[in-house]
């Protein structure tokens, strides 16, 4: 059976960056053909058009949709279904799907509605992206113009216009697998860490926390996280029973058009030898990704005594590996780990751990 689409859910609320985030995305797709299904509706949608703006291969006019009749929440069956099935018929079906929900939808039944048979055997959701306006969230307003989300609020009958923002925003925290607190840069050293630390404690446990400029998150930390999530609903339920919630556009623009790249992560390989015993050394990387908060670390490694290559691949401490292939004659049988994390990784004391 062909192998499941990937789709990745990137919700939050209006103004905290979804859209800069998809758009620093696509720039950075690197050829993978994604197809996005944006969810606006009202007056205020300009998501399309900025993203329609991109002139990328990886982004046809084509392979933007979008779902313009209310919160994706509540128009799961009329809409969001019909769309999917639209992507998954097509003679050349996307790489990975990215869908960004309306700013004020709740992840939680988008993410069901991958269980639905019509699209259930064909996609699977890679992850829901939590996008945060770091600065809103430490001034306590979760949003940075609360005025203008009541308003978005106010446009859909469907929609719950009583709930405190503070509730949807933990419901937004519940489900995520990735939280991004954006514009960092307006955030002190002490209020960003306080910021990781609190959302850190307040998510499941392995949700990654970083921290983003400009949305601008390297392809590979976003894409690729491979959870599953509508196999996993139990641990993400909503944390208030509230209904389904409203519509986003990136109202923040920083006067400063810096050109913030992907300075503010590093990767790096650590090369060792033979392993002796590959449950002890994947256990021993999950270890060692909870220490030094490492986002991602993939590569291959040769077991003493083994003719198979080993294949590790570890998003936070979920580490995967599997015996992909004999190793040919004359092959080095080391082993080679790649390393991605924020800025600031102990690489020392990284390549230390791993090698010991």
């Not at 392993?275 to 030094?292: C, L, M, N, Q, Y």
Request: include cysteine; glycine fraction near 8%.
């Amino acid at each position: 059976m062909a192998a499941k689409i990937p789709a990745t859910v990137v919700t939050g609320f209006l103004g905290a960056g979804k859209t800069t985030l998809i758009r620093h995305m696509l720039d950075n797709a690197n050829g993978k053909r994604i197809a996005l299904i944006i969810n606006e509706f009202g007056d205020l949608g300009v998501d399309g058009d900025i993203l329609k703006g991109c002139g990328d291969e990886t982004c046809n006019d084509d392979d933007i949709m979008e779902l313009s009749n209310g919160c994706i929440c509540c128009t799961v069956a009329d809409e969001f279904i019909p769309t999917m099935q639209k992507l998954l018929e097509r003679e050349t079906p996307p790489d990975h799907i990215v869908i960004e929900t309306s700013g004020l939808a709740l992840p939680q039944p988008l993410v069901r509605a991958f269980n639905w048979p019509e699209i259930s055997t064909r996609v699977t959701v890679d992850s829901v992206v939590t996008v945060v306006d770091g600065k809103a969230v430490v001034d306590g307003q979760f949003a940075a113009n609360v005025a203008a989300v009541d308003a978005q609020r106010a446009q859909d009958d469907n929609l719950d216009h009583e709930t405190p923002l503070s509730e949807l925003f933990d419901d937004q925290i519940a489900c995520a697998d990735m939280i991004v607190v954006n514009k960092a840069d307006l955030l002190t050293d002490e209020e960003s860490a306080a910021l990781v630390t609190g959302l850190r404690k307040d998510s499941r446990d392995g949700v990654q926390v970083v921290k983003a400029v400009m949305g601008a998150l390297p392809a590979d930390v976003l894409l690729g996280q491979g959870m599953g999530a509508e196999d996993d609903l139990g641990s993400r339920h909503e944390v208030h029973h509230h209904h389904h919630h409203d519509d986003d556009e990136d109202g923040h623009h920083h006067d400063h058009e810096h050109e913030h790249g992907h300075d503010e992560f590093q990767n790096f390989v650590v090369n060792t030898g033979e392993i002796s015993d590959p449950a002890a050394f994947t256990a021993k990387i999950a270890d060692v990704i909870r220490t030094h908060n490492i986002l991602r670390l993939k590569g291959f490694a040769a077991v003493a005594g083994k003719p198979m290559r080993l294949t590790i691949q570890a998003v936070g401490p979920r580490v995967d590996s599997y015996f992909d292939r004999p190793f040919a004659a004359g092959e080095d049988r080391g082993t080679t780990l790649v390393v991605i994390g924020q800025a600031g990784l102990d690489q020392a004391a990284i390549t230390k751990a791993l090698s010991a």
